[in-house]
């Protein structure tokens, strides 16, 4: 069975500072996608970023990008300018490509503060 | 955009009491999700279901029940609350073959 293992259970960052929130994971298979969402304290979850493993390029959106190491089976989220709305839990996530599979397999989560 | 609703934000119910939690998507998403999430353990997947009448059993199924009569409302049951399902618990909706799956805000219950 796939595992997701967030291993800071909380970070902080100033404003305006860059962060790296870590994702390290465990499957057998070649094809999937990972996730990173955020769940501010209003407690709506929302999608942040979403890779897919066949992609050799990492993805962006605007302040947040990865660090998709697929050898090493790591997944990281980087915020940079780091604004004092980015303080929320994030999760990252996998799920299957390949056939029959709808689950999402999920981390436990990294707690993130940001400091004015 | 995607809209997943859920019943309530609070519930406060009794030991023993049967609760029923619901939720809704207005996207005609095929699969729908009941998770549970306690601090220290993240989300943990109950139940899902891929079609109407469909259900198939997630990680932490005892306890709980679901029920899917309708594509958009996904139910999840619980036939005696205990106090150890005092939770937050989330919904979530994905179409089918697509990548990303879409959360509701949330239900806080608690059991006394």
């Known amino acids: 069975a796939q595992t997701v293992t967030q291993s800071q259970p909380e970070m902080s960052v100033q404003e305006a500072e860059t962060v790296t929130l870590s994702c390290t994971y465990d499957t057998s298979e070649s094809d999937y996608y990972l996730f990173w969402y955020k769940q501010p304290p209003s407690r709506q979850m929302i999608l942040v970023i979403r890779q897919e493993a066949y992609k050799q390029q990492n993805a962006t959106e605007n302040r947040f990008s990865v660090n998709f190491q697929k050898a090493a089976k790591s997944f990281s989220l980087k915020i940079s300018d780091s604004q004092l709305g980015d303080a929320a839990m994030y999760f990252c996530?996998?799920?299957?490509?390949?056939?029959?599979?709808?689950?999402?397999?999920f981390g436990k989560g990294t707690k993130l503060t940001v400091n004015p | 955009d995607v809209k997943v609703t859920q019943s309530s934000r609070y519930l406060v119910k009794r030991t023993g009491e049967k609760v029923f939690l619901e939720c809704v998507q207005d996207?005609?998403?095929?699969?729908m999700f009941w998770y549970r999430q306690d601090p220290g353990l993240g989300l943990r997947l109950i139940y899902f279901s891929y079609d109407v009448k469909m259900k198939e059993k997630g990680d932490i199924p005892e306890g709980y029940s679901v029920s899917r009569e309708k594509k958009e409302r996904f139910s999840l049951i619980l036939e005696s609350a205990s106090t150890n399902q005092t939770s937050m618990y989330l919904c979530?909706?994905?179409?089918?073959?697509?990548?990303?799956?879409?959360f509701g805000p949330g239900t806080r219950l608690l059991v006394l």
């Open positions: 996207m005609d998403h095929e699969n």
């Open positions: 979530a909706s994905r179409g089918t073959g697509r990548k990303t799956q879409y």
């Open positions: 996530a996998y799920r299957s490509a390949e056939g029959g599979s709808e689950k999402l397999v």
